[in-house]
């Protein structure tokens, strides 16, 4: 059974558990967090393992987690006390971990192992939600900081033979991320933005989606909703492992003025 390659939004900071009592989140956050609960349940069957690749990772060269029993990283600031106490004790796969370095590496992109750094907000947030009980192992990939679309895209599709060996890829992101640009004021913008983004990501044709995405930045208010394209990579990955199968828009809702999208490859 060959997974998909998801992009899924990861929300702002600990937004699905900002209550101690772990009551529901802030109801504007229910939703993404609806969808988030019901990822894993509507794969076709259950994955062995998780790739996730976070927009809150980059490095020179891409870096590969291979480590086990990582902490986490709590690398948002400002929120309450209790948020820089969560857990989530997923495995790790340094199994995983290598044959993906093994698929890159052949595909021309040297890349490195390390074993000691946690898992970001963009892992342990979404997944916390996606896999409650955290029986899932899960493998983290960097991005690499030059932030080259193209080289995303490729990433994603050197990638792919994961799917056919039960790992489900991830990226983890957001399909728009102006911090500075919230409120009803810019909903006509994000809302322009995330029409074109919906419409280039999902165009039948893999080639020319590929494309379209891998051009951004041509696409209205581009760098108004990215005025740095870290949380847009792991769509380009996502895609780039799903590239030759249909693309959907399986989520879309509306979060501090802005419309955001989630998406389904292969």
Same mark, same amino acid.
């Given at each position: 059974?060959?997974?998909?390659?998801?992009?899924?939004?990861?929300?702002?900071?600990?937004?699905?558990?900002?209550?101690?009592?772990?009551?529901?989140?802030?109801?504007? &956050?229910?939703?993404?967090?609806?969808? *988030? !609960?019901?990822? /894993?349940?509507?794969?076709?069957?259950?994955? @062995?393992? +998780?790739? *996730?690749?976070?927009?809150?990772?980059?490095? %020179?060269?891409?870096? #590969?987690? $291979?480590?086990?029993?990582?902490?986490?990283?709590?690398?948002?600031?400002?929120?309450?006390?209790?948020?820089? %106490?969560?857990? &989530?004790? !997923?495995?790790?796969?340094?199994?995983?971990?290598?044959? $993906?370095?093994?698929?890159?590496?052949?595909?021309?992109?040297?890349?490195?192992?390390?074993?000691?750094?946690?898992?970001?907000?963009?892992?342990? /947030?979404?997944?916390? =939600?996606?896999?409650?009980?955290?029986?899932?192992?899960? =493998?983290?990939?960097?991005? %690499?900081?030059?932030?080259?679309?193209?080289?995303? #895209?490729? /990433?994603?599709?050197?990638?792919?033979? *994961?799917?056919?060996?039960?790992?489900?890829?991830?990226?983890?992101?957001?399909?728009?991320?102006?911090?500075?640009?919230?409120?009803?004021?810019?909903?006509?913008?994000?809302?322009?933005?995330?029409?074109?983004?919906? !419409? !280039?990501?999902?165009?039948?044709?893999?080639?020319?989606?590929?494309?379209? /995405? +891998?051009?951004?930045?041509?696409?209205?208010?581009?760098?108004?909703?990215?005025?740095?394209?870290?949380?847009?990579?792991?769509?380009?990955?996502?895609?780039? $492992?799903? $590239?030759?199968?249909?693309?959907?828009?399986?989520? @879309?809702?509306?979060?501090?003025? &802005?419309?955001?999208?989630?998406?389904?490859?292969?």
């Amino acid at each position: 059974m060959t997974l998909p390659a998801l992009f899924v939004p990861h929300g702002g900071g600990p937004c699905f558990f900002m209550d101690p009592a772990g009551g529901p989140p802030d109801p504007m &956050w229910r939703p993404m967090q609806t969808y *988030l !609960a019901g990822l /894993i349940d509507s794969l076709p069957e259950r994955p @062995r393992a +998780i790739l *996730l690749v976070s927009g809150h990772w980059e490095e %020179r060269d891409l870096t #590969v987690h $291979a480590g086990d029993g990582q902490p986490l990283l709590f690398d948002y600031y400002g929120f309450p006390e209790h948020t820089y %106490r969560l857990r &989530w004790d !997923a495995p790790g796969a340094p199994d995983v971990a290598l044959r $993906a370095k093994a698929l890159l590496d052949a595909a021309g992109f040297p890349t490195g192992v390390e074993r000691e750094r946690g898992w970001d907000h963009g892992v342990f /947030i979404p997944m916390k =939600v996606a896999v409650p009980d955290a029986d899932i192992p899960l =493998v983290q990939l960097s991005l %690499r900081a030059d932030l080259d679309p193209a080289a995303h #895209v490729a /990433i994603g599709r050197a990638l792919a033979p *994961l799917r056919d060996e039960g790992v489900l890829i991830v990226g983890s992101g957001m399909s728009f991320h102006n911090l500075r640009a919230r409120g009803p004021q810019v909903t006509p913008y994000a809302d322009a933005w995330d029409d074109a983004l919906v !419409a !280039a990501a999902t165009d039948a044709d893999p080639a020319r989606r590929q494309a379209r /995405i +891998i051009a951004w930045r041509a696409l209205p208010y581009a760098e108004f909703a990215h005025p740095r394209e870290e949380h847009l990579l792991p769509l380009m990955v996502a895609l780039g $492992a799903g $590239a030759e199968g249909p693309a959907v828009c399986d989520y @879309r809702d509306n979060v501090l003025g &802005w419309a955001v999208s989630g998406f389904r490859f292969g």
